[in-house]
Nanobody
Framework: QVQLVESGGGLVQPGGSLRLSCAAS????????MGWYRQAPGKERELVAA???????NYADSVKGRFTISRDNAKKTVYLQMNSLKSEDTAVYYC???????????WGQGTQVTVSS
């Protein structure tokens, strides 16, 4: 079992930055692909960025060059550095852990990010 707790959301002006953190509890964090998803009002949840156990990353086209995902296996934490934020980045951001072997998958409760002047 893995529990995920997100933090770092808030209100930021367009062009600003935020760093989201997701702290995991449980074992074998290093064997999970970690991802950040977001869901805006009236829209489906979408993948923002993911990083696998080997450190390979992938990003949604809409955030490439602006967002960076990273992980610290010793701290069991994954981060999402968000720069040059836009109003369309406003959403609830969810942390996801997916076992690379098997079908286990876990979600955090989400953290609100609002980009507005």
């Amino acid at each position: 079992q893995v529990q995920l707790v997100e933090s770092g959301g808030g209100l930021v002006q367009p062009g600003g930055s935020l760093r989201l953190s997701c702290a995991a509890s449980g074992s074998f964090f290093y064997l999970y692909t970690m991802g950040w998803y977001r869901q805006a009002p009236g829209k489906e949840r979408e993948l923002v960025a993911a990083i696998n156990s080997g450190g390979t990353t992938n990003y949604a086209d809409s955030v490439k060059g602006r967002f960076t995902i990273s992980r610290d296996n010793a701290k069991k934490t994954v981060y999402l550095q968000m720069n040059s934020l836009k109003s369309e980045d406003t959403a609830v951001y969810y942390c996801n852990a997916r076992a690379e072997s098997g079908s286990l998958e876990f979600w955090g409760q989400g953290t609100q990010v609002t980009v507005s002047s």
